[in-house]
Every structure is written in C-alpha cells, then in structure tokens.
C-alpha cells in the first residue's frame, strides 16, 4: 500500500472502522514557493517523505509564474516580499497554464487583513502559522484532490461535447457540428467579405450496396468514402456526414469556379477509383453532387439553412439528371 493508503488506514483504525476505506489517484504535482532560504525545502521533506505520491518542486516566485503542469501552489506568504506573493497569486489565476491549479498561502496568525486580501484574490485555502505537518499534508492533500476532481470533470465535458458533434462511424463531423460552422462562415463571409461555397455529395444507389452486399460492406464504404473525401480536400475545408450516404462541405473562399472545379475533381476521383471491399474485391462507385454558392452580400441569419437547402436542390438536379453529375 501507498503511504496515502497507510496513513488513512491508520487514521481510521483510530476512528475504529474495521474496514478501512481506500482511494486510488494519480500523483499529484506540487509546486513549494518560498523566497526564505529552507522554507520550501523543509516542506518537500514533509511532502514528499510523508507520501510518495506527490511530485514536489521547490522554486522562486519567478518560477513559479512560468510554472506549467502544477496542480497545486504552495506559497510562503511569510516571506521577504509579501506583495510580490499577493502578485503571484493573481498572476497564477490569469495565466492559461496555471489558472486550474489550486493554491495555498501560508500565513502568520496575526494578519488577518493580509488573509483576507489572499482570499479575494483567489487562494483556495490558508495555512496559518503554527500548523503542523500533519495540517500541511491534509491541507495540500485536499487540495489535491479538488484539482483532480475538476480536471476530470474538464476532460468529461471536453469529451461529450466532441463525442456529441462527431459521427461515430466514419469519425468525421456531425450534422449539428456542420450547420454551427455554416452559421460561423456566415458571419465571417460578411466581416471579411469573403464568398464560399458549399457541396453536398450522395452516394449513387447506396441501397442497391447494402442490398447486395449487406449493411457491414456499406458502412465500410462510407468509411472509406469519408477518408477518400477527406484525403482530397484542404485541412481549411469542412466535411461532415450530415446523413446515411451525404455528405457536405465547405469551402472558404471559394469562388464559384473554383466551388464547381473542386466538386468536378471529387466527382471524378471517386468515379475512377473503386473502393476496396473488407472481404476483397473492388467496388466501383459514383456521387452526385450540388453546389450552391454563399455570397457576402446574403444576409446572416437563416442563410445556411437556405444554403444547404439550395445545395440539395442542385443535388436533386444531379440524380435526376441521371447521376454521376455536379450541378450548380
Ligand atoms: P440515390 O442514387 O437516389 O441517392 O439512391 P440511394 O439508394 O443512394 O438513395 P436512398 O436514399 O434511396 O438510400 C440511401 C440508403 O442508405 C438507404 C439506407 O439503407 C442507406 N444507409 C443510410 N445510412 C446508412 C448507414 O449508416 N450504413 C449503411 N450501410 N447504409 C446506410
Ligand atoms: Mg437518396
Ligand atoms: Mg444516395
Ligand atoms: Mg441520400
């Protein structure tokens, strides 16, 4: 067992549980902040003998603002420069790669004004002067903890929300993602008054591929359709599945020569190159695709709505036009 482990279980024998209750966590990277000769040391022997857990650095103030991957700040508050302590503090809050970590001033016991001003600068929580290295410890460790709690919650929601605007199965972008970076190319085509366009691409009688071949060999298809598509554009260009077997994409700044150019090249690509199937063999395959251009002088608003909508008709054109077709 850790030293985390020991010292709970130590901690709840006393209390007289009989089964001591355990947690796990990753180690824990605390930054010891003192301009006191052997303040900061005398802290690392604390931390780091009493639990092995915690990486501990000892460092200067100015250190410390440059500080990156620190998940808690433990600042001598008693030191020479006490303003430049109280500095540091708002500093680590503004900064990107410190503003998450939490921080502890330790403090003497007769200023409450300067505890005070700590606090509403941001310190997550005060060591007063007296403490022993058991408060030390469960004070960092607390702290800890809260950071750890909060990261995870951070890659939680950084996670949902990539997972709620990506589609699944060819890992490209999602319906929802695409009409929210239509409505951000609005905005932009007006403030930089620049055109783009936009492509929707069907598959040509996708069912008769499922039917033939069975919905797995479909869903390959897409995937590689989707590599395909992805392979030929510019990283600028947005792609997404927006449907079973569609496709759009956005092309900034694309004049409607180049909109109709570039749907005439992925046009052709895909007519020319048979996918290979799971299972062997090769599959010849054609799309049909309609363009539709957004101007700067269109009003924002609903205009990717009706963008994509005229798309789609252009769309409709190119099967009824027999398939195989870029249509304007
Ligand atoms: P058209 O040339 O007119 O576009 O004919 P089509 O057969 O491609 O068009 P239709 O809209 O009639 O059929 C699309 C088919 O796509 C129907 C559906 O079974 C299939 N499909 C939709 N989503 C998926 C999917 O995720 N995986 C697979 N394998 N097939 C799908
Ligand atoms: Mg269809
Ligand atoms: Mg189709
Ligand atoms: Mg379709």
Redesign the pocket.
């Known amino acids: 067992a850790s030293a985390e482990l020991r010292m709970r279980e130590d901690t709840q024998r006393a209390l007289g549980f009989a089964e001591p209750v355990t947690t796990f966590r990753q180690p824990s990277h605390v930054a010891l902040v003192s301009d006191r000769s052997g303040v900061a040391k005398a802290w690392e022997v604390t931390l780091v003998d009493k639990r092995q857990y915690y990486r501990a650095s000892v460092m200067t103030l100015t250190e410390a603002v440059a500080a990156d991957g620190i998940d808690v700040f433990l600042l001598d508050g008693r030191g020479h420069d006490r303003h430049a302590t109280l500095r540091l503090l708002s500093e680590l809050q503004s900064r990107t790669h410190t503003r998450h970590a939490a921080t502890i001033l330790c403090i003497s016991d007769d200023d409450p004004e300067f505890a005070a001003m700590a606090l509403d600068l941001g310190a997550n929580d005060l060591l007063i002067a007296g403490f022993t290295d058991t408060e030390l410890l469960l004070r960092v460790d607390a702290q800890a903890r809260r950071k750890a709690q909060r990261d995870r919650l951070r890659d939680g929601v950084r996670t949902g929300l990539e997972a709620a605007l990506t589609d699944p199965?060819t890992g490209l972008h999602n319906r929802r993602y695409a009409m929210s970076h239509l409505s951000r190319m609005a905005e932009d085509a007006r403030s930089l008054g620049r055109d783009y366009a936009v492509m929707m691409i069907?598959?040509?009688?996708?069912?008769?591929?499922?039917d033939r071949y069975g919905?797995?060999?479909?869903?390959a298809?897409?995937v590689a359709l989707a590599a395909r598509l992805r392979k030929a554009l510019r990283p600028e260009d947005m792609l997404a599945r927006i449907?079973?077997?569609e496709f759009v994409v956005a092309l900034p700044g694309a004049s409607q020569v180049e909109a109709c150019a570039t749907a005439e090249r992925l046009r052709k690509l895909i007519a020319a190159c048979p996918i290979d199937l799971p299972e062997g063999g090769s599959l010849p395959m054609t799309t049909?695709i309609g363009v539709a251009m957004a101007w700067t002088t269109d009003t924002p608003g609903s205009l990717s709505e009706a963008l994509v909508g005229r798309a789609d008709e252009a769309l409709y054109r190119s099967?009824a036009d027999g398939?195989n077709k870029v249509t304007l």
């Open positions: 199965l069907d598959i040509d009688h996708f069912k008769r591929i499922n919905h797995p060999v479909g869903d298809v897409l449907g079973g077997e049909s099967k398939r």
